[in-house]
T-cell receptor, first 109, second 118 residues
């Protein structure tokens, strides 16, 4: 299994930035880093992915360490709708996504 | 983005009956589909991988005779829980992936099916 390490839970105030860390020290050079999130009683939702360079999209930014052994998902302004479990996953292109325990993000109004 | 649907969204059945869950890719062809199971307060656990027209590959500890997977077309996969028992009550989530020239192939997830076995 591709193992990642994330904090069990984090808390943020609404409209403030949130930095969700992930360690993936066993990542190989061809593995992608993915972030998904899951709201209660829903399927996972794609957030962002990257390989080596930092990435930005409308939902978030992904900062990847130079050695690729860690990454940080950045939500620039947390809203109540961002409260979810965030999963950091790495895999090669053709293997299925294997989920760890993720980080439960709480957003306080 | 691509859409994956599941039907039904929830089902309640009696112990000993069989339940079929459908997973459809609505606007793309899914050469590979995955089935996950999620118990309360836990993460998703991969059950099996199926490629269209081939037998499914089950993860260790998942009974293939109990969880029958059929992936007969590029847009439909079904999971049948045979002789369901209360311990099979869970949230079942399917995921679909296309293959193509791009090296990165995103997995798209369905909304999940909640199964309750009485």
């Amino acid at each position: 299994d591709a193992k990642t390490t994330q904090p069990n839970s984090m808390e943020s105030n609404e409209e403030e930035p949130v930095h969700l860390p992930c360690n993936h020290s066993t990542i190989s050079g061809t593995d992608y880093i993915h972030w998904y999130r899951q709201l209660p009683s829903q399927g996972p939702e794609y957030v962002i992915h990257g390989l080596t360079s930092n990435v930005n999209n409308r939902m978030a930014s992904l900062a990847i360490a130079e050695d690729r052994k860690s990454s940080t998902l950045i939500l620039h302004r947390a809203t109540l709708r961002d409260a979810a479990v965030y999963y950091c996953i790495f895999n090669s292109g053709n293997t299925p996504l294997v989920f760890g325990k993720g980080t439960r993000l709480s957003v306080i109004a | 983005g691509a859409v994956v649907s599941q039907h039904p969204s929830w089902v309640i059945c009696k112990s000993g009956t069989s339940v079929k869950i459908e997973c459809r890719s609505l606007d793309f062809q899914a050469t590979t589909m995955f089935w996950y199971r999620q118990f309360p307060k836990q993460s998703l656990m991969l059950m099996a991988t199926s490629n269209e027209g081939s037998k499914a590959t089950y993860e260790q500890g998942v009974e293939k005779d109990k969880f029958l997977i059929n992936h007969a077309s590029l847009t439909l996969s079904t999971l049948t829980v045979t002789s369901a028992h209360p311990e099979d009550s869970s949230f079942y989530i399917c995921s679909a992936r296309t293959s193509g020239s791009l090296r990165y192939n995103e997995q798209f997830f369905g909304p999940g099916t909640r199964l309750t076995v009485l």
